[in-house]
Nanobody, 115 residues
Framework: QVQLVESGGGLVQPGGSLRLSCAAS????????MGWYRQAPGKERELVAL???????RYADSVQGRFIISRDNAKNTVDLQMNSLKAEDTAVYYC?????????WGQGTQVTVSS
């Protein structure tokens, strides 16, 4: 059974940083593409960043240059380093795994950017 557990969310002031982490279990982590999505109140869930099995990355235009996604195949984790946070980054952030067995989601972690 695949499980994705996010951690690291919280309240941060504009311009601050947060690091989210997602711990995966129940699958062969290294052969799955991993990603972070977010959903703000009243909006659809959107892609924030993804990282492929080979380490290639892709970012939403709104976070390019501020966020960095990384993975550790030895620890079965995928992290999202978020810098220069803005109020518009406030959302629930979800870890996502896509592989041959299907698509899976974590339960989400709240990120609130406010002074």
């Amino acid at each position: 059974q695949v499980q994705l557990v996010e951690s690291g969310g919280g309240l941060v002031q504009p311009g601050g940083s947060l690091r989210l982490s997602c711990a995966a279990s129940g699958s062969n982590f290294r052969i799955n593409n991993m990603g972070w999505y977010r959903q703000a109140p009243g909006k659809e869930r959107e892609l924030v960043a993804l990282i492929t099995t080979s380490g290639n990355t892709r970012y939403a235009d709104s976070v390019q240059g501020r966020f960095i996604i990384s993975r550790d195949n030895a620890k079965n984790t995928v992290d999202l380093q978020m810098n220069s946070l803005k109020a518009e980054d406030t959302a629930v952030y979800y870890c996502n795994q896509v592989g041959i067995t299907g698509t899976y989601w974590g339960q989400g972690t709240q990120v609130t950017v406010s002074s």
